[in-house]
């Protein structure tokens, strides 16, 4: 993994903005597989960017326009993302646990496989998102930690169905409802009913 010094990041942001004005000198930014561990990218440029694999673990990407950026197995988690511009980004396996993306523009972007648990997407842009073949991501959000693993329940709502993932099981609501009403411990059951009576309740206005 190769890591970079502040100048030498700061001169391949310069080539790579002469490469999307079409000038002399330019190239598309290739920081595969960088350590970009804490990186200041406040407001950065990197339209289109290669950061497949790159581990921007706590990176600062406040406003940085990632739009069609190819993020697939990048390392985001706890990055700061707020009002970044994601729009078409591929983010394919991307972690971005924990990763704050408040107002952050994911229009059109690729979710497939992505953990977002404990992300924060209150007042992100997820229209077109895609989640699945032919799904789109309409809402996300976490509930817990809770139950025996202490974990999150993930809820994933697409423009076809709800899926919820938590520990190792995924699966629809209906099957999450069964296997929560058999739990043998009661103090966890009813977490995970309540949480089933949550989701039904957030889920029914997007169906009216």
């Known amino acids: 993994m190769k890591t970079y010094t502040v100048q030498e990041i700061k001169e391949i942001l310069d080539v790579h903005d002469k490469w999307l004005h079409d000038e002399d000198g330019g190239e598309r930014a290739d920081l595969q597989g960088a350590d970009l561990r804490g990186a200041d990218l406040r407001g950065a440029d990197l339209q289109g960017a290669d950061l497949r694999r790159a581990d921007l673990r706590g990176a600062d990407l406040q406003g940085a326009d990632l739009r069609r950026a190819d993020l697939r197995g990048a390392d985001l988690q706890g990055a700061d993302l707020r009002r970044a511009y994601l729009r078409g980004a591929d983010l394919q396996g991307a972690d971005l646990r924990r990763a704050y993306l408040r107002g952050a523009d994911l229009q059109g972007a690729d979710l ?11 007042g992100a842009d997820l229209q077109g998102a895609k989640y699945a073949d032919e799904e789109m991501l309409v809402e996300y959000f976490c509930i817990g930690p809770m139950g025996s693993r202490s974990d999150y329940l993930q809820v994933f709502i697409t423009d076809k169905r709800v899926e919820l993932k938590t520990g190792c099981f995924g699966g629809s609501l209906e099957q999450f409802t069964e296997q929560a009403s058999k739990h043998i411990i009661a103090e966890h059951r009813q977490s995970y009913l309540a949480a089933v009576e949550f989701i039904k309740a957030m889920v029914a206005p997007k169906a009216a």
């Open 112 to 122: 497939q496989g992505a953990d977002l648990r404990r992300a924060y997407l209150r």
